[in-house]
């Protein structure tokens, strides 16, 4: 059974930071992308950053461009979220989710398997 967790989520005051962390479980993710998502209550999922299976290829929201890293650690079957300077407006329920193929997909339909999520809430 494939899972995806992820951790790390809690309450900030703005301009704080957090790092979220999902670790994959069940199958390798050879040759995946991992992404995050988020959810925001009363709105709808959206694209946050991706990041290719080798880790050289990465690509972001623009509302968190230059605030938010993602990364991956292969041999973890882990990726993280650094967020730093964050904002109210990134209070959200944050999801990872892998998937094949274009790497700059920003579609939840195009991401195969999800975690359960972790909530980042942000006080301003």
């Known amino acids: 059974q494939v899972q995806l967790v992820e951790s790390g989520g809690g309450l900030v005051q703005a301009g704080g930071s957090l790092r979220l962390s999902c670790a994959a479980s069940?199958?390798?993710?050879?040759?995946?992308?991992l992404a995050w998502f988020r959810q925001a209550p009363g709105k709808e999922r959206e694209f946050v950053a991706v990041?290719?299976?080798?880790?050289?290829?990465?690509y972001y929201a623009d509302s968190v461009k230059g605030r938010f890293t993602i990364s991956r650690v292969n041999a973890k079957n882990t990726v993280y979220l650094q967020m730093n300077s964050l904002k109210p407006e990134d209070t959200a329920v944050y999801y990872c989710a892998a998937g094949m193929g274009y790497l700059y997909n920003t579609r939840s339909d195009g991401y195969d398997y999800w975690g359960q999520g972790t909530q980042v809430t942000v006080s301003s």
């Open positions: 069940g199958r390798t993710f050879s040759g995946y992308r």
């Open positions: 990041i290719s299976w080798s880790g050289g290829s990465t």
